[in-house]
Nanobody
Framework: QVQLVESGGGSVQGGGSLRLSCTAS????????MAWFRQAPGKEREPVAA????????YYAESVKGRFTISRDNAQKTVYLQMTSVKPADTAVYYC??????????????????????WGQGAQVTVSS
């Protein structure tokens, strides 16, 4: 069974940077599409970014495009979310997720939380103005 553990959350001033990490346990990490979602208080969980298993394709929500970068290190079984030029609107709990299906469904549905089979416990990110 795959387990995901996020780290790197914290408080940062607007305009600053922060990097989140998500480390997986279990086999076959390199074959999973991985994603980051976030959930702000009183709001629904929303997609942030996703990366294909080969890191050849990345996907971003419009709200973070140009500011956030998703990447992965398959040897370390870790996916990263580099956040730059952060805004107070980025304040949320950030979750990483794994699509364990090892198919291409993420290509058309990367933003759909229902395709992800494993989730981390979440990391709080707070951006002050």
């Amino acid at each position: 069974q795959v387990q995901l553990v996020e780290s790197g959350g914290g408080s940062v001033q607007g305009g600053g940077s922060l990097r989140l990490s998500c480390t997986a346990s279990g086999p076959s990490f390199s074959f999973y599409a991985m994603a980051w979602f976030r959930q702000a208080p009183g709001k629904e969980r929303e997609p942030v970014a996703a990366v294909s298993w080969r890191e050849s394709t990345t996907y971003y929500a419009e709200s973070v495009k140009g500011r956030f970068t998703i990447s992965r290190d398959n040897a370390q079984k870790t996916v990263y979310l580099q956040m730059t030029s952060v805004k107070p609107a980025d304040t949320a709990v950030y979750y990483c997720a794994a699509d364990l299906a090892i198919d291409n469904r993420y290509e058309s549905r990367w933003f759909d939380p229902d395709i992800y089979d494993a989730w981390g416990q979440g990391a709080q990110v707070t951006v002050s103005s």
